[in-house]
């Protein structure tokens, strides 16, 4: 299987319009029942993951069901990956609230309406980001903003659950730091039979998932914690518990839809619309990348935006608000031996056949049940293990990191995204213009005086060597300058310069007119620009501009050695005569230094 993925060849329209050709060779028997039992499975999941989604999202519980449906079928069809489950998302689901609240009330009809134009506005920038072959740029979206995004959307799932968890008012749209005082000055008028399903309902969460990981643990925890409410109020009665319930969800197919896409809303929507498709695609293509490396796969990155993008289009007229790659049902669905892209088409068939079965039960589900799975779910979207990581081993990874927390946290979610891609990027671009500029001195303890960095070494009189270790670029010009004239100020009389190219891996016409204007610098010093072992690209760019002839091609060397022969003939005899360190092997031609 894993070495025919990699063989599979994609053609012209067929891979755009009909890629699911490419895979079905692939489906045998074998693999039919291995992908029908992973879709029931992720199905089953997929139950108590869409009613929770939907809660963090603001919609009505149906809507998280509906997200999973169409969307993880259309996806599987038209994406690349084999194991990439869609649907909805705690990302995702939190982003459409933070976006959405402020413009409409949660769970009504215009709320509802305003996501489903989200997800046709987002489906549509994936579809064109797909055709136009922008895969790429997900790749700009530095690891530690998907992170520390997580890390606080995490927070925030905790902080909108404290509601339901203890049962007090909490007014709409507070801040995690006003929820927590909320909770604390209203401590008194916390419900103890809410507070305790919630509790009941995490305690059997976590203690299936430690002896039982085999288990659905969403699915155990729920049923005890419906088990529970409906105990106390048995026992009690409705009057003294006033433990609130997610209510019956209507066992039907996911209903036709029409999100309104009037001028108004796509204004209002416009930046929510490219944030959200950012994060989105990032979420889906970087699981899906882990999941192919798993399983040898290759992966067309470009295919699974269009997938992407049509899976979103067909959702927004399917009832079904913003989808992306699940980490949890595309893990399952890999572990559980899915084989196919049928494994997720089966996940999103079956789940239609589960509603229509178990939606009316949902009636005894309680709110304080559904917080205290949240709970579980925001603990386990908190990457501790890497979060240290960033946090001992690169210090611009952890102020990326830092900054996109709190910005989540304190800021609206599409501008903490923003923020956080803004300042991988400031971060990049500032490392990459500045590239080490290093002194080199031939080491006279190696039989062929190889170059080093050793300071303590003697440097000759007459000319310096040295490595620029990075691309040479517009950015990047200041800092070698300054570099340059740092060692020239240092050494006057060093004339000559020998760069060592081979670390420049790319150089655009800026850095082009740096070089040709150095070697005018040099020249009318009474010394010459060399370089020496230039990649094969940064050469044929210096042909095509001309500046080949500004440089001179006698000055370019493809050896060290013969660098340094050439450069020695061209040493003023006078100076050498003079100098006792000998510190190259030409030097040792020389007659003895003459003395005064």
């Not at 992908?35 to 998280?64: C, H, K, N, R, S």
């Not at 309902?201 to 419906?226: A, D, E, H, N």
């Not at 009832?319 to 893990?331: D, L, P, Q």
Request: proline share 5%.
């Amino acid at each position: 299987m894993q070495v025919q993925s990699c063989k599979i060849e994609r053609h012209g329209w067929q891979a755009i319009l009909l890629p699911f050709l490419n895979w079905w060779p692939l489906v045998t028997p074998r693999t039919f029942r291995d992908d029908l039992l992973a879709g029931l499975t992720g199905a089953i999941v997929a139950l108590p993951q869409g009613v929770a989604f939907a809660t963090i999202a603001g919609m009505p519980p149906e809507y998280g069901l509906y997200a999973g449906m169409v969307p993880a079928i259309v996806a599987a069809l038209f994406g690349s990956s084999w194991h990439l489950v869609s649907g909805p998302t705690t990302a995702a689901s939190l982003v459409l609230f933070s976006t959405l609240s402020s413009h409409a009330t949660p769970g009504t009809a215009q709320y509802v309406e305003l996501a489903l134009t989200l997800t046709i506005m987002v489906g549509l920038i994936q579809l064109v980001m797909g055709m136009a072959r922008l895969g790429a740029l997900v790749n700009f979206i530095s690891h530690s903003v998907v992170v520390g995004f997580t890390a606080g959307a995490a927070i925030l799932i905790v902080a909108s659950q404290f509601k339901h968890f203890f049962g007090i008012a909490i007014p709409r749209g507070s801040h995690p730091h006003q929820i927590l005082y909320t909770v604390i000055s209203q401590w008194t008028g916390i419900n103890p039979y809410i507070a305790a399903v919630g509790v009941i309902t995490m305690l059997s969460g976590l203690l299936v998932k430690r002896f039982l990981p085999k288990v659905p643990y969403m699915i155990v925890s729920m049923l005890v914690g419906s088990l529970a409410a409906v105990a106390f109020s048995w026992q009690l009665g409705d009057e003294v518990t006033r433990i609130d319930v997610v209510g019956v969800l209507p066992a039907s197919l996911p209903p036709l839809s029409m999100p309104d896409l009037s001028l108004a809303n796509i204004r209002m929507l416009a930046p929510v619309a490219v944030a959200t498709t950012l994060f989105a695609l990032t979420e889906a293509v970087s699981i899906a990348r882990s999941l192919a490396l798993r399983s040898g796969q290759c992966l067309d990155g470009n295919q699974e935006f269009i997938g992407q993008g049509l899976s979103n289009i067909a959702g927004s007229f399917f009832s079904g608000y913003v989808a992306t790659g699940s980490f949890n049902r595309s893990a399952l669905n890999y572990q559980a031996g899915g084989k196919t892209p049928l494994a997720a088409v089966f996940a999103g068939g079956l789940l239609m056949v589960v509603v229509l079965l178990v939606a009316p039960y949902a009636a005894y589900l309680p709110n304080a049940a559904m917080a205290g799975i949240l709970f579980l779910v925001a603990w386990g979207l908190i990457d501790f293990r890497h979060i240290k990581r960033i946090l001992r081993t690169s210090p611009y990874e952890s102020v990326i990191l830092v900054t996109t927390f709190l910005a989540t946290l304190f800021l609206e979610l599409e501008f903490a995204i923003f923020l956080g891609v803004l300042l991988s990027l400031i971060l990049y671009l500032n490392r990459t213009s500045h590239p080490r500029v290093l002194s080199r001195v031939p080491d006279p303890r190696h039989p062929m005086r190889a170059f080093t960095t050793d300071s303590s070494l003697t440097e000759c009189p007459q000319f310096k060597i040295v490595r620029i270790d990075g691309s040479l670029f517009f950015g990047a010009i200041n800092h070698v300058q300054e570099q340059l004239r740092a060692f020239r100020q240092e050494h006057p009389a060093q004339k000559h310069l020998l760069l060592v190219a081979s670390g420049i891996n790319f150089i655009d016409m800026a850095g082009a007119d740096f070089l040709a204007a150095l070697a005018g610098e040099q020249r009318a010093a009474g010394g010459v620009l060399y370089l020496y072992d230039i990649k094969k690209g940064v050469c044929d760019y210096f042909q095509k501009g001309g500046y080949l002839d500004e440089i001179g091609a006698e000055n370019i060397f493809d050896s060290k050695d013969e660098a340094i022969a050439a450069i020695f003939q061209r040493l003023d005899r006078s100076v050498c005569d003079r100098c006792t360190a000998r510190i190259f092997l030409e030097c040792m031609t020389l007659p003895p230094p003459r003395k005064g």
